[in-house]
C-alpha cells in the first residue's frame, strides 16, 4: 500500500496548482495603482539552520534539526534528534530524488519524483498573505498551495518559521549563510545499501515515492518529503 500520507500530499498537490493558476490570474487582472505584495526573499545556494520542530499536532514529539541546504552539490540534509533520544537520525535528500533516512542499526531509501527544492522555490505560487509578529519578530507571511506558511523577518528578510498544513511548526533559530557539512557526513553507511529483504512500493506508491526498505523500520520524518512535495511539478501529479 502507498504510503497514506504520500497520497494526501499528492492529492494537496493537485488541488494546489490549480489554486495557484487561478490566484496567479486574479494578481493581473488587480493590475492598478496599488503596489505589488512583497515577494519572498529566495533562499542562499548554501545554509545552515538549527530549527526547532514542533509536532505536537501532528507526531505529538518536539525535535531538534540540523538542516544544510546545499544547492550547488545537489544535496539537502536534515540531522534530526528526537527529544531524549539516544542517537541521532540523518535523513539525506539527493537531487535525482533519493533520499537515505538512517541511524547506525537502521536505514530507509526513498525514492522520490522530484529533486531539491530550488533555492526560488517559494516565489513562484506564493501567495502574500501580509505582516504578522511570530516568535517576536514582525514578518512577511507567504502560502504556498495552502501547504506552507513561511515567515520571513521584514528587516533581515531570514525565515523564522514555517508551518506546514499538517500542524508541523518549524522555528528557525539561527540561520547560517554558507554554511556547510564535511563530505563525510554525507555518505549513507553500508547498512543502506546491503540488497538483502528489499522490498519496492506497488505500483499505487510508484508514482509518490518508490519505497525501498530494509532493516528496522525508522519512523519516517516527514520533513524531507515535505519540501520535496512543496516543489513536485503539476506534469506529475496529473500522471499520478
Ligand atoms: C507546540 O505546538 C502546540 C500546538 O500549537 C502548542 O500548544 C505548544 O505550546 C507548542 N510547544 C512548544 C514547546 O512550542
Ligand atoms: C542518487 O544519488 C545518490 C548519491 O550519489 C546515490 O547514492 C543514488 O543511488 C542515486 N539515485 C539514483 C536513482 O540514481
Redesign the pocket.
Known sequence: MPPPLLLLLLLLAAGATAAAATSSNNNKISGGGAPPPPTPTPWPEQFHAAI?T????SAGR?QLIDLYYDWPKGRNLNLIRNQLAAEPIYDVEWNNGTSYIFDSASCRTIRFPVGLLPPDWLVDGAVYLGRESTDGFDCHVWTKVDFVWYYEDVVTHRPVRWNFFN?M?Q?VMSFDVGGVLEDSQWQAPAHCFSDKEVTTGNSGATAAADRVEEGEDIKLDVMGSFLRFAGVPATTVAAA
Not at 514542533?54 to 499536532?57: G, M, Q, S, V
Open positions: 526547532f514542533n509536532l505536537t499536532e518536539l500542524g511548526q522555528h
